[in-house]
């Protein structure tokens, strides 16, 4: 069954470090997204992407953030200086389409950031 | 914002034992989806509703959707020790940004 892939499953960094964290959605899907969640938490919205642009974002995704379709199957976000606050699971997401379908978001495994 | 709220937050229940899970949310939509975590793990989708009525089942576990009361309801019958886990209600906005309740701990006790 095809799923979302995320790499790497954990990752520990530095304060002010940059991070970029990897997602193929699957393959026939046109909606990508990332939500995060920090530990005991809800899951939040980020941003969503379609046709090769965001589409929404949330107030956390502030200038710190970016996203980038690089080629036809990954999908990163990028943190520019990571702050101790950023420390939390990272979920990619892919959808097909939904107006006129479910909508139903498949998520990947998720990407742990630690920042110490 | 669209605000979801869910309750009760945990839930500890013997085995055998039915429980209602509660999902209100505070503006119009007609979507909502029902999710399952295990620590550590990523979202598991359980239930998707798409209109005012409808009414799914999967196993002992039960979700509903009332779009006039903006309420949806998971109902577990029966429960047993796999069943413990988080669950997590989502409602959709146009834009299809899923925005995710508290999350309900559930520990199913033998």
């Known amino acids: 069954e095809p799923e979302v892939t995320q790499t790497p499953s954990h990752q520990v960094t530095q304060m002010g470090q940059e991070v970029i964290l990897r997602c193929v959605p699957i393959?026939?899907?046109?909606?990508f997204y990332w939500y995060r969640q920090i530990l005991g938490q809800k899951v939040e919205f980020l941003v969503s992407?379609?046709?090769?642009?965001?589409?929404?974002k949330s107030e956390i995704f502030d200038d710190q953030f970016s996203v980038e379709r690089p080629d036809g199957s990954n999908f990163t976000l990028k943190i520019r200086s990571t702050k101790l606050e950023d420390s939390a699971m990272y979920f990619c997401?892919?959808?097909?389409?939904?107006?006129?379908?479910?909508?139903?978001?498949?998520f990947g495994e998720g990407s742990r950031l630690t920042v110490l | 914002e669209l605000k979801v709220e869910q309750n009760p937050l945990f839930l500890s229940m013997q085995e055998g034992k039915n429980y209602t899970i509660y999902c209100n949310y505070s503006?119009?939509?007609?979507?909502l989806y029902w999710y399952r975590q295990d620590p550590g793990k990523s979202l598991e989708s359980l239930f998707v509703?798409?209109?005012?009525?409808a009414v799914k089942q999967e196993g002992r576990l039960m979700a509903s959707l009332d779009t006039k009361a903006r309420l949806s309801t998971l109902h577990i019958t029966a429960a047993v020790h796999d069943l413990s886990a988080t669950y997590f209600c989502?409602?959709?906005?146009?834009?299809?940004?899923?925005?995710f309740g508290t999350g309900t701990s559930l520990t199913v006790i033998p």
């Open positions: 393959s026939n899907h046109l909606y």
């Open positions: 503006t119009t939509s007609d979507r």
């Open positions: 997401a892919s959808s097909p389409y939904w107006t006129g379908g479910t909508g139903e978001l498949f």
């Open positions: 992407f379609y046709n090769n642009e965001i589409s929404e």
């Open positions: 989502a409602v959709a906005n146009t834009g299809n940004q899923f925005y």
């Open positions: 509703l798409l209109s005012n009525g």
